[in-house]
């Protein structure tokens, strides 16, 4: 019902910034929550930020809180996650998951449906 294709992972250095990118496409009216999630090598998978497609609201984990942006273009079907003042603790596979119910949990990986195969950050220090 719902594709996701990430993008814009790289390398970067400490302190430095990066943009990814998630596009939707197929269903996307029946997707309510859009997140990103990343996982560490030997980590568990780990919320970061997530948004409400309708009303624009934002949720953020307290470890990248004041640091990434999490926002949206409707006519894009795109959500988007600028990533300021990196750190090597932010080195992960980031995905991007799409949430199709109206009532969920943003920070619980369980409530959504829909996941993009994943981008790599790296954080050199």
């Known amino acids: 019902q719902v594709q996701l294709v990430e993008s814009g992972g790289g390398l970067v250095q400490t302190g430095g910034s990066l943009r990814l990118s998630c596009a939707a496409s197929?269903?996307?009216?029946?997707?309510?929550?859009m997140g990103w999630f990343r996982q560490a090598p030997g980590k568990e998978r780990e919320f970061v930020a997530a948004i409400n497609w309708n009303s624009g609201s934002t949720y953020y984990a307290d470890s990248v809180k004041g640091r990434f942006t999490i926002s949206r273009d409707n006519a894009k079907n795109t959500v988007y996650l600028q990533m300021n003042s990196l750190k090597p603790e932010d080195t992960a596979v980031y995905c991007c998951?799409?949430?199709?119910?109206?009532?969920?949990?943003?920070?619980?990986?369980?409530?959504?449906?829909?996941w993009g195969q994943g981008t790599q950050v790296t954080v050199s220090s």
């Open positions: 998951a799409a949430g199709s119910r109206p009532y969920s949990n943003v920070y619980y990986f369980r409530d959504y449906d829909y």
């Open positions: 197929g269903r996307t009216f029946s997707s309510y929550t």
